[in-house]
């Protein structure tokens, strides 16, 4: 007799080591579960039955996913995107399920199938592409906002087709085969529900969940959110509807009081876990025979479906007024299918709308565009350079305008993103009158700064041309004031191969990138929980009788054993004018190895620096991620060399690197 937990290890084995394989070659989870649901289903290797107890299971996934959707869905941010959401968004649903729809009338299938499939091929995936544009630093963007308003219609635009796969099903085993009733009746079921739950679910929601808070026990709070989730879920198919219509109208419920992100954070593990089992599932379902017969088949689809998403939204994006880059860009991003396409097209199977014959092939191409789409989306950039040249032209308006504001700047400071930390460091610098350039990606924010009369442009800092009209070349430090570790590594990439003794300091969340980013060539890296742990220190040692002195003391020197520079500053001309005794202060010179150099081929250990009480703090070299130095690095013509001392001792360590 097979053993009941051992279907579950296989699944659980190959899920890991796929969802491990896929991050490390940095693309979506979900696709790893897809595969590992190829690989195990019951139409490769068969180590695991397509049973209706693992589609149940599954199922939930789909519950928790609708949940997620439910709980952002935001009246307000509707409106502010009212003419992408349900004008751009609706035109392009409408015409990629009419453009299907002829098509299976062409090849003669039943009109209910077409509307099926139109409506999962009209779906893109939110997942992949939010999470790529997100990396791509393009979620602001012109492209990226309208690619947003564009899914979230897509994520509405479920909740009708939800409503009428019942009917259309129920039509098939009707004897009457009266579409127009089961219709009806689907829509007054579907009004009766949300009028009950709207009516007397929001008035309910709010002080239920004040009672269950004011327990205090996080385990009964998540129970909570299950009952609820799960309850209306259940009433809702009840009622003949989907689970999954029941899950979101319970988010929208949710959504409405305070505490949404709460749930949201709870919620999150379940939905996560349940939703790969759902694309195992999902991978389970694909008949790799049939796949291999219909090669063909699968091309066009695959082929269709890109080509005819491209063009249909990079039109419609055009008709809404976006210039032919941006267009091309928003298509190329949604060119894919979706994870709501597999929800439909699984309901679909289920319920006899779909013949398997038709289902495998669409399944098979579906899956194929989203393996390929992010490398669609990497492309799009160069794509769009080669077709259209007017988008040279806008980089070009955009770097004029970013290098007209930094024309006459020396020894400025470049501050990449003007968020909370960004536009706190501005307001020191202006104290200090120090003049400084920001680079920031929000327009809306850019055009308020700089309408008060902010140095605050336009552009991406992660684009080497962009840095290199803020003045890289005359810039006396450059700051990264946002903790985007992949957008900060290419900042750095640009640094290190345009500027490399240029001193660049960057923000992150916590202590696991430092390291990362060090190596990548950041002077110093500041980490947001180690800042907050030593003001909260700070701040309990005042209520323990430790005197101020003492605490600033234990305070500084922390820092001064987390962050190297603190122990030297570099020394500047209007540091002249200050005291004496400001001489024998430790500060930082930088100096490069030149030609000629005594300094060239030698390592530190012969040059022992350490005898003029002079330490070296760092050493970075073009083309070179990073140097740790030790007594062992051999230094090079071009090398950049970071020394910390007295005034009087650097000066001799220069004389001892330069003349010998």
Not at 407 to 428: D, K, T, W
Not at 572 to 594: Q, Y
Request: glycine share 8%.
């Amino acid at each position: 007799m097979l053993n009941p937990l051992q279907p579950v290890l296989i699944l659980l084995a190959v899920s890991v080591l796929a969802v491990v394989v896929f991050r490390l070659l940095r693309l979506p989870p979900m696709l790893g579960y897809l595969l590992a649901g190829v690989s195990i289903g019951p139409y490769a290797l068969g180590w695991i039955a397509d049973s209706d107890e693992t589609r149940h299971l599954a199922e939930f996934g789909v519950v928790f996913l609708m949940f997620s959707v439910g709980l952002e869905f935001s009246l307000p941010k509707l409106i502010t995107m009212k003419r992408i959401v349900f004008g751009f968004g609706t035109a392009q649903v409408a015409i990629c399920i009419l453009l299907v729809m002829t098509i299976a009338w062409m090849l003669a299938l039943d009109w209910r199938t077409g509307l099926v499939l139109g409506g999962a091929l009209a779906m893109s995936s939110t997942a992949i592409v939010s999470k790529i544009l997100a990396e791509r630093a393009e979620l602001n963007s012109t492209h990226g906002r309208q690619v947003i308003g564009v899914l979230l219609f897509q994520d509405l635009a479920v909740i009708p087709l939800l409503i009428v796969m019942p009917a259309l099903a129920a039509e098939i085993d009707s004897e009457t085969n009266d579409f127009s009733v089961m219709l009806t009746v689907a829509l007054l079921k579907v009004a009766a529900v949300l009028t009950f739950l709207l009516f007397f679910g929001q008035k309910l929601m709010r002080p239920w969940f004040h009672l269950v808070a004011r327990q205090k026990s996080s385990e009964l709070f998540v129970l909570n959110v299950l009952l609820i989730t799960l309850g209306i879920a259940w009433l809702t198919e009840l009622a003949g509807l989907s689970m999954a219509l029941g899950a979101f109208l319970a988010g929208m419920l949710i959504s409405e009081t305070e505490y949404r992100y709460q749930v949201e954070d709870d919620i999150k593990p379940f939905r996560d876990i349940l939703l790969g089992l759902f694309f195992v599932t999902i991978g389970m379902l694909l008949d790799m025979q049939v796949v291999i017969e219909n090669f063909l088949w699968i091309f066009a689809i695959l082929a269709a479906l890109i080509v005819l998403k491209i063009v249909v939204i990079a039109g419609l994006s055009r008709l809404f007024g976006a210039d032919a880059n941006v267009a091309i860009r928003t298509g190329m991003s949604l060119a894919q299918a979706g994870e709501f396409g597999f929800i439909l097209l699984a309901q679909a199977g289920e319920s006899g709308l779909i013949e398997n014959s038709i289902l495998q092939p669409v399944l098979a191409a579906m899956v194929l565009s989203m393996f390929i789409a992010p490398f669609i989306i990497e492309h799009s950039e160069s794509m769009v350079h080669r077709l259209y040249g007017s988008d040279w032209m806008y980089r070009a308006m955009q770097i004029t305008s970013i290098a007209a504001q930094t024309m006459v700047s020396q020894n400025h400071v470049i501050i990449c993103g003007y968020g909370r930390s960004g536009q706190s460091m501005a307001r020191i610098l202006e104290q200090e009158s120090i003049s400084f350039i920001a680079l920031d990606l929000d327009p809306q924010r850019i055009r308020e700064a700089a309408g008060a009369g902010e140095a605050v442009v336009y552009g991406d800092a992660a684009r080497r041309e962009v840095l290199i009209a803020a003045g890289l070349m005359r810039a006396k430090v450059l700051v990264v004031s946002y903790a985007d570790t992949v957008s900060t590594l290419k900042i750095l990439k640009h640094v290190r191969e345009l500027r490399p003794e240029l001193s660049v300091v960057v923000r992150t969340r916590d202590d696991s990138d430092i390291d990362i980013l060090k190596e990548a060539g950041a002077t110093e890296v500041v980490a947001e929980i180690m800042e907050g742990s030593l003001m909260l220190a700070s701040h309990a040692l005042m209520f323990v009788d430790i005197s101020t002195g003492r605490i600033l003391r234990r305070i500084r020197k922390i820092r001064e054993q987390r962050y190297s520079l603190l122990r030297g500053f570099y020394y500047g001309v209007t540091d002249g004018a200050e005291d004496n005794s400001e001489k024998l202060l430790p500060r930082l010179l930088t100096i490069t190895i030149i030609q000629g150099a005594a300094a060239i081929h030698k390592t530190l250990g012969d040059i022992d620096l350490a005898s003029l009480d002079v330490e070296v703090t760092a050493v970075r070299r073009r083309n070179i991620r990073g140097l740790l130095p030790t007594g062992e690095t051999r230094l090079e013509l071009g090398d950049v060399i970071v020394l910390r001392g007295t005034q009087e001792n650097l000066a001799a360590a220069e004389i001892k690197l330069i003349q010998g």
